[in-house]
């Protein structure tokens, strides 16, 4: 397994991953937000390839004086190829990841899980995340 940057091309690939988990398929927007975060230096985006085919995906940004918070790193998206799941994918991307922002001097990652997926909820408590002191909160528009 290989961990690289992500790259505008992959925008496809990260398409099909996210459309095997989540059964829907993605919109134009959605890979123009692929591609737009490709672009970013400063964020740290991943792919994970096996024999040269994309299987696995983290993307992530910074976020600067966020509600009165030093600035931190979110998890805004992740995905693995439901046929490599558990094979320690989504975990190297994670590292990489983390590697990444500790670098650059960053102590705290954040993001946000459905309170119901608890496979998501288990893959990121072992990689170290716990609750923090946010809340989510939403608000639709009509």
Request: hydrophobic share 45%; with cysteine; net charge neutral.
């Given at each position: 397994?290989?961990?690289?940057?992500?790259?505008?091309?992959?925008?496809?690939?990260?398409?099909?991953?996210?459309?095997?988990?989540?059964?829907?398929?993605?919109?134009?927007?959605?890979?123009?937000?692929?591609?737009?975060?490709?672009?970013?230096?400063?964020?740290?985006?991943?792919?994970?390839?096996?024999?040269?085919?994309?299987v696995g995906f983290m993307i992530t940004?910074?976020?600067?004086?966020?509600?009165?918070?030093?600035?931190?790193?979110?998890?805004?998206?992740?995905?693995?190829?439901?046929?490599?799941?558990?094979?320690?994918?989504?975990?190297?991307?994670?590292?990489?990841?983390?590697?990444?922002?500790?670098?650059?001097?960053?102590?705290?990652?954040?993001?946000?899980?459905?309170?119901?997926?608890?496979?998501?909820?288990?893959?990121?408590?072992?990689?170290?995340?716990?609750?923090?002191?946010?809340?989510?909160?939403?608000?639709?528009?009509?």
């Amino acid at each position: 397994m290989r961990i690289r940057r992500l790259k505008n091309e992959d925008a496809d690939e990260v398409g099909r991953i996210y459309t095997a988990i989540t059964r829907k398929p993605v919109s134009v927007d959605f890979k123009r937000v692929v591609a737009d975060h490709a672009e970013r230096e400063d964020s740290a985006c991943f792919v994970a390839e096996i024999a040269g085919k994309v299987v696995g995906f983290m993307i992530t940004y910074i976020l600067t004086a966020g509600f009165g918070m030093a600035q931190s790193a979110w998890i805004a998206t992740m995905g693995v190829s439901p046929d490599q799941m558990g094979q320690g994918i989504g975990a190297a991307l994670a590292q990489e990841t983390f590697d990444f922002y500790r670098g650059r001097g960053i102590e705290n990652v954040y993001t946000s899980v459905r309170w119901d997926s608890t496979d998501m909820l288990s893959f990121f408590k072992t990689l170290g995340f716990d609750r923090s002191n946010f809340i989510n909160l939403r608000k639709v528009l009509e």
